[in-house]
């Protein structure tokens, strides 16, 4: 039987397989996905694929043990997809995941803490340092990208 991976998510897995783990793996979920995946692959610290329209988060092999996620939520998905997505990566054993929305970048982020489950912070009030780490740091190498 054939493993099905999300789109790109077999350059991930062999990314792993050969000891290269990328610093953070994004996982693209609506919008313009295809070239917001692309976009991310030019960073070579970090991975990116996203879910196919066809595809169903439970079926798929995530690529994602021993590694931080970060899922940008663009236009379409629904926060339940997103939930799903969110637990089929922590199954896989994901050392982190964390959620940007982007439709509007001034409300609500989302984050999951195994301990905690689903953690929300309003960028206005957030308090949580790794969070904001992550943040800078994934705008920094984005504009470092472009």
């Not at 694929?49 to 996620?69: A, R």
């Not at 054993?93 to 489950?117: C, H, N, R, W, Y």
Request: hydrophobic share 40%; proline share 5%; aromatic share 8%.
């Amino acid at each position: 039987m054939k493993i099905q991976y999300p789109v790109f998510g077999n350059t991930v897995a062999s990314r792993i397989k050969w000891k290269n783990t990328p610093s953070l793996i994004i996982i693209v979920i609506g919008g313009n996905d295809i070239e917001r995946t692309k976009n991310w692959q030019n960073t070579p610290s970090f991975s990116a694929m996203y879910l196919g329209h066809e595809q169903f988060p439970q079926e798929l092999t995530w690529p994602v043990k021993d590694c931080n996620c970060l899922i940008e939520w663009g236009d379409g998905p629904s926060l339940e997809l997103v939930k799903q997505v969110v637990e089929c990566l922590d199954k896989a054993g994901a050392s982190s995941v964390k959620i940007i929305p982007l439709i509007d970048m001034d409300e609500i982020t989302v984050f999951f803490d195994k301990e905690q489950g689903f953690v929300e912070t309003h960028p206005a009030k957030r308090a949580i340092k790794d969070l904001e780490f992550s943040q800078r740091t994934v705008a920094r190498d984005r504009a470092n990208a472009a």
